[in-house]
C-alpha cells in the first residue's frame, strides 16, 4: 500500500513515479540519503551504491561504524541518524527510510528531522499499519507483512524497481538534456 504523509491514498505505481522524479530533479549538488538498521541498513547501502553508480546521483548511507558508534555514544542511539542528516542534508534533499517495523527510535528521529529540514522524504516500511514512520514521509510504501523475512523481501524488491525506474527517467533526462545543449 502506498500512501502520502497525510494518509492519502496513492496507486503504487504513481508512487514511484513520483519517487524517481524527486530523485532526478535533485541539484548535482544535492544528496539522496538513505538509512536503516541491520538488513535495512545492508539495503540502504546497497541501494546507495546503485543510485550512485548505475543513476549517476550523489547517494549517501550512514553505515560508517565511527560515526554512527560515536554519534550513538555521545547522542543516544535513537538520535543517530537525526543528527547525522543534520550535520550533512539540505533542505531540498531527499531522504529514503527503510525499516521493517516503522517505529525504530533512530528511524523515526532520522524521519523527524528530515521533516523539520525540509528534506523530502519517503519511507519503506511493514508490520503494523499504523507504524510512525509512514505519517511522515512525503511518500510512504507499506508492506502488511508480519514477519522481517517478508517485510525485508518485500522492501529489497520495492528498492529494485525504484532504482529500475530511476535508472529509466534518468537516462531519458540525461538524453534530453544532451541533445538540447
Request: proline share 3%.
Amino acid at each position: 500500500m502506498t500512501t502520502r504523509g497525510n494518509g492519502e491514498i496513492i496507486r503504487p505505481e504513481r508512487a514511484f513515479e513520483l519517487w524517481a522524479e524527486m530523485a532526478v530533479a535533485l541539484p548535482r549538488d544535492r544528496a539522496i540519503y538513505l538509512i536503516g538498521n541491520g538488513a535495512s541498513a545492508s539495503m540502504a547501502s546497497h541501494f546507495a551504491a546503485d543510485v550512485t553508480k548505475n543513476c549517476g546521483i550523489r547517494a549517501v548511507v550512514f553505515t560508517d561504524a565511527a560515526l554512527i558508534t560515536a554519534l550513538g555514544n555521545d547522542h543516544g542511539f535513537e538520535n543517530a541518524f537525526a543528527l547525522a542528516l543534520n550535520r550533512y542534508a539540505l533542505p531540498g534533499d531527499l531522504l529514503v527510510a527503510v525499516s521493517s517495523s516503522g517505529n525504530s527510535p533512530n528511524i523515526v528521529r532520522g524521519c523527524q528531522e528530515a521533516a523539520k529540514m525540509k528534506v523530502k522524504t519517503v519511507t519503506v516500511s511493514g508490520k503494523k499499519p499504523d507504524n510512525a514512520i509512514r505519517s511522515i514521509g512525503d511518500i510512504n510504501f507499506y508492506v502488511p507483512a508480519d514477519s522481517y523475512s517478508l517485510s525485508e523481501s518485500a522492501h529489497s524488491m520495492i528498492l529494485h524497481h525504484w532504482i529500475d525506474r530511476l535508472e529509466a527517467a534518468n537516462k531519458w533526462t540525461q538524453a534530453s538534456a544532451s541533445s538540447s545543449g
